[in-house]
């Protein structure tokens, strides 16, 4: 779930110090049970930003690209296999309505029972060949999805502020990048304080402790969530990552990290927008591939990368009007 005034070489590959009052807090366990999950919230799952820093870093790729729409991926530093399919299809729409599109990956550290020599020379091999990974120093678990998303929102307000929009998409997600261009150039598209996608209503908290999904009224006391967007992919004008960034200083917080921007819009006083079509905005395409459906879709849910690679030249393709 952002970063501001960080000075950073200017390097490939840079390293922002960790301020000096503030100490990582940052358990390695990825255990996904309800008494792990429970320890690790209450006593590690420190979110805001300015806790971590980068480890691989592009610090001066908007100033060189000077990019209206960047889209970033939050990606396991393990799934190269999802970043090659994006790189190969929606990740490589750079010029879009006359638009310049720069997609970027977010990615936390290996958990240190896998962070072999091996492994993480790969993620930095990768980055020197493709210019595009953003590595902090988070242990990247589901537990962490939320600092994740805040570290997301810190590059983008530190490092790409002047950048009209920034979008937040998931790494197993189809992307229309035309209609999102479309949806962004429309005249009464705000330019600020707008934030928008699939939105969740009045969702009430989970409680059973057996849940991956449990949240503690400890850390969050209230019945229901505030109305939400589901992170699989949401649009948002790019003043509001430095505005989120600041109130998530003062706001507990808890591992459901799309419920968590929620309630930081809801201290911001920040209504989630209806997208003009929310069918745009889809959590599942059933059925076999049909191309209408993602002629017509922002936004929606895949299985895999290769799914991806085989539906993105399905789309290409061409055919009949939808």
């Keep these: 779930m952002p970063k501001t005034g960080v000075s950073v070489t200017k390097t490939t590959t840079t390293t922002t110090p960790f301020p000096t009052t503030v100490k990582s807090t940052i358990r390695t366990s990825i255990s ?42 939050p990606v396991h530093p393990g799934n190269e296999w999802a970043r090659d399919a994006i790189r ?18 977010l990615l936390g550290s290996l958990h240190p029972d896998v962070a072999t020599p091996s492994a ?3 993620v930095y091999n990768e980055s020197a060949w493709h210019h595009d990974i953003l590595l902090s120093d988070f242990v990247d678990s589901y537990l962490n999805l939320t600092i994740k998303t805040m570290v997301i929102m810190d590059w983008l307000a530190t490092y790409c502020p002047g950048a009209a929009y920034a979008m ?8 229309n990048v035309e209609n999102l261009m479309s949806l962004l150039l429309m005249p009464q598209t705000p330019k600020q304080n707008y934030i928008t996608g699939y939105t969740m209503w009045n969702r009430p908290v989970v409680r059973d402790p057996q849940s ?8 969050y006391p209230k019945p ?25 200083k ?21 209504v989630v927008s209806i997208p003009p079509d929310p ?33 993105w030249a399905g789309y290409k393709e061409g055919g009949p009007p939808c």
């Design 212 to 219: 991956k999904w449990y949240v503690s009224e400890e850390l």
């Design 32 to 73: 996904t049970t309800a008494s792990t999950l429970m320890a690790t919230t209450r006593q590690d799952h420190a979110a805001y930003p300015r806790q971590y820093r980068f480890l691989i870093n592009e610090p001066e790729v908007c100033q060189r690209q000077k990019p209206f729409l960047v889209l970033m991926v």
């Design 88 to 105: 190969s299809t929606w990740g490589n729409e750079t010029v879009v309505q006359g638009k310049v599109v720069t997609t970027l990956f």
């Design 168 to 175: 937040k998409i998931d790494s197993d997600m189809f992307l």
């Design 250 to 270: 003062d706001i507990k917080p808890f591992n459901i990290e799309d419920a968590y921007v929620g309630v930081c819009l809801t201290h911001l006083k920040i």
């Design 120 to 122: 993480k020379k790969r």
């Design 279 to 311: 069918s745009q905005f889809r959590a599942y395409t059933s059925g076999p591939f049909k191309r209408c459906d993602y002629v017509n879709v922002i936004t929606t849910i895949l299985g895999s990368a290769k799914q991806l690679l085989e539906y």
């Design 224 to 248: 229901n969530y505030p109305n939400y967007l589901l992170g699989m992919g949401y649009l948002l004008s790019n003043d509001l990552p430095e505005k989120l960034v600041r109130v998530s």
